[in-house]
């Protein structure tokens, strides 16, 4: 046995990252989206072991975002991949998205996301992964409309007397940072009538541990 020559840290933290997409999609598929919880899911269409029927291929040739919130059903999830079914344009598809495909799954009701983005060139070096927090992910196809109704249920935490005035959400908003920014602006909006989460991502990158 050849022993590796260094430990790719940050091949495990994306295994580990999308091992959190597994799980939540899993517990949804067990038990259903818990109160307020749905998610934005953007995928690479052309990527090994994707399924889609011929006309969504042909609409989205590279990439698309589906949203598991009020409509979807039998949501199945194994070790390397899920499956779902959706209506698009009020016709039924069954889709098959491996976790290695996906680049990027939110979930605007925390809001907490993450992201993988292959490097500058194509296919050149490891996905470069972020935690994105804050902002409603885009993708250049948008979705459908996604079916099964969520869970409802109703919470509320007790506030507590801040210390000190809060900052205008103006002035937060301008503290963003650009990578973010960047990063979010390669995905156009997915259209969804749902009231979009507040702005402000917090990013969390990898490439801050790397050795310069």
Not at 110 to 122: A, M, S, T, W
């Amino acid at each position: 046995m050849t022993a590796e020559r260094e430990i790719d840290y940050e091949a495990l933290a994306q295994s580990a990252m999308r091992g959190i997409v597994r799980t939540v999609l899993a517990r949804v598929a067990k038990s259903g989206l818990p109160g307020e919880h749905h998610f934005y899911i953007a995928f690479k269409t052309g990527a090994p072991g994707v399924v889609l029927s011929k006309r969504l291929k042909e609409r989205y040739p590279e990439e698309m975002t589906v949203v598991l919130q009020h409509r979807f059903w039998d949501l199945l999830v194994n070790d390397v991949r899920f499956e779902v079914k959706l209506t698009f344009d009020s016709i039924p598809e069954r889709l098959v998205v491996p976790f290695a495909a996906i680049k990027v799954f939110f979930d605007p009701s925390v809001p907490y996301g993450l992201q993988f983005d292959e490097g500058e060139g194509e296919g050149a070096g490891p996905l470069h992964l972020s935690a994105v927090q804050g902002e409603t992910p885009h993708a250049d196809a948008g979705a459908g409309e996604p079916l099964k109704a969520s869970t409802n249920s109703e919470g509320s935490r007790a506030e507590k007397k801040p210390r000190a005035a809060r900052r205008p959400q103006s002035e937060k908003s301008a503290e963003r940072p650009a990578a973010a920014d960047k990063a979010l602006a390669k995905h156009p909006a997915v259209k969804s009538s749902e009231p979009g989460p507040p702005a402000g991502p917090k990013v969390v990158s990898i490439d801050a541990f790397r050795k310069k």
